[in-house]
């Protein structure tokens, strides 16, 4: 069974820096591309970032683009998310996805989601 | 690419069709379009991808049609569980977007 296990989220002064984790397991994770979508409160859904099954390509919405950066450590089965000058505006349910295909596709596998929230 | 999806509510009785929209900006590349049910403090579940291929596990009332710019997500016979938000995406350009949101709720 596919199991994607979020953590790392809370509260965070505007400014600050937080990295989040996801555990995977269930599939072979070294040899699945993977993406972060997140979910600001009463909203919808907006993809983040992807990465590559080897790690050696990585995507980016514009809003996230140079503040956030997304990593894996295939020997852990584990994908990060570090998150930094995080503004109000990035306050949400962070969701680790598991890509159906290749790098930037269609979600097969969704995690349970962490809470960020940005604010003084 | 922009996704706009239509109705932003539909409201419908158990049993009945449930047809929901999902226009694209510009066309989406070899239909790399995708549907997700989403329920109150859950994390979305994949439905249908290549605009209309159904997950594994998805019921055979839940089909994607649609190419190009025009997608849309016909529920056949709408069961209880089925009352929820649907979010279209696509995937054929390097920039993922979803659409908005059709909230489909017990009339």
């Known amino acids: 069974e596919v199991q994607l296990l979020d953590s790392g989220g809370g509260l965070v002064q505007p400014g600050g820096s937080l990295r989040l984790s996801c555990a995977a397991s269930?599939?072979?994770?070294?040899?699945?591309?993977m993406s972060w979508v997140r979910q600001a409160p009463g909203e919808g859904l907006e993809w983040v970032s992807a990465i590559s099954d080897s790690g050696g390509t990585t995507y980016y919405a514009d809003s996230v683009k140079g503040r956030f950066t997304i990593s894996r450590d295939n020997s852990k089965n584990t994908l990060y998310l570090q998150m930094n000058s995080l503004r109000a505006e990035d306050t949400a349910v962070y969701y680790c996805a598991k890509d159906g295909r290749y790098t930037g596709s269609y979600v097969d596998y969704w995690g349970q989601g962490t809470l960020v929230t940005v604010s003084s | 690419i922009v996704l706009t999806q239509s109705p932003g509510t539909l409201s419908l009785s158990p049993g009945e069709r449930g047809t929901l929209s999902c226009r694209a900006s510009q066309s989406v590349g070899a239909n790399n379009l995708a549907w997700y049910q989403q329920k109150p403090g859950q994390a979305p579940r994949l439905l249908i991808y290549?605009?209309?291929s159904r997950a594994t596990g998805i019921p055979d009332r839940f089909s994607g049609s649609g190419s190009g710019t025009d997608f849309t997500l016909t529920i056949s016979r709408l069961e209880p569980e089925d009352f929820a938000v649907y979010y279209c995406q696509q995937y054929g350009s390097s920039s993922l977007t979803f659409g908005g949101g059709t909230k489909v709720e017990i009339k």
């Open positions: 290549g605009a209309s």
């Open positions: 269930g599939f072979a994770f070294s040899t699945y591309a």
